[in-house]
């Protein structure tokens, strides 16, 4: 199973993609977690400790793997670069183990215009396109808000994307542009997921906003969450009987029938 997360940033996604890797690799399977948001903080949501965390160098700012790849140098435009980099050791080379959870961090890229095409780029969208397409394990990509990294052919591979949501204005409109954006590529599967929920008027609110059958769940606010990002500790571990009821109904509907 492959799985997109996205959102508006602040929306919590990074905290329910973390969540949901703990859930899965509980549950026996093995589980690749790739943090594909220039704003780099999954290793946090799965609890890795901090110290650990600094230590891991992004992909993209992996200079001279991109130059080995891809025949050109990083942050330099006019060159000429492979299309096609040898990508498939990357996942287990460079990714680190966290309670059986294996994490790659892949780290920005380059904005320097509408298609940007320079060597990281490349190399990024040609490695989530080989995580999507060929590995054998459960995928959970934390994505930024848009769907920078995705190609068409990668795009049609994704099992879901579950987009996180708040009770919101602004996070509403995000969720329906990315799914537009998302269909327009190919991905025809979507859940919404609704965060930060506060009390039964915000959960009704937000559920009139979507199609029912792509509503996977909603998940109260509660200072648990917080707390477990300031003492660094994993989520699942500090899950109240009330978070974990929320928690595993969202868990369970992924497995169900998509819904597009």
């Not at 060929?134 to 990509?141: A, D, F």
């Not at 930024?144 to 591979?157: D, F, K, M, N, P």
Request: glycine letters at 8%; a positive charge; proline letters at 3%.
């Amino acid at each position: 199973m492959k799985l997109a997360i996205t959102g508006k940033g602040g929306t919590g996604k990074t905290t329910i993609a973390g969540l949901l890797a703990h859930y899965f690799k509980k549950d026996g399977y093995q589980v690749l977690a790739v943090d594909a948001d220039p704003d780099s903080n999954l290793a946090s949501a799965i609890g890795i400790p901090e110290e650990q965390a600094a230590s891991i160098v992004p992909i993209s700012k992996q200079r001279q793997l991109i130059q080995e790849r891809t025949g050109a140098k990083p942050r330099q435009f006019g060159q000429l670069f492979k299309l096609n980099p040898t990508v498939k050791d990357i996942p287990d080379e460079f990714s680190i183990k966290f309670k059986g959870i294996k994490l790659l961090i892949m780290g920005g890229s380059q904005k320097g215009g509408d298609g940007c095409a320079c060597p990281e780029n490349v190399l990024l969208r040609s490695l989530l396109s080989e995580i999507i397409l060929s590995r054998r394990e459960i995928v959970i990509v934390d994505m930024e808000a848009g769907i920078e990294h995705l190609g068409r052919a990668t795009a049609q591979s994704v099992d879901r994307m579950l987009i996180v949501v708040e009770s919101s204005s602004r996070s509403i409109v995000t969720a329906k542009t990315i799914m537009n954006l998302a269909r327009e590529i190919g991905i025809e599967s979507f859940g919404i997921i609704g965060n930060k929920i506060q009390d039964e008027q915000q959960k009704r609110w937000l559920s009139s906003q979507f199609s029912q059958n792509l509503i996977m769940g909603t998940v109260s606010y509660h200072e648990i969450i917080r707390d477990s990002d300031l003492k660094q500790q994993p989520l699942i571990e500090m899950l109240n009987e009330s978070l974990k009821s929320e928690f595993n109904k969202i868990y369970q509907k992924i497995f169900l029938p998509t819904a597009s």
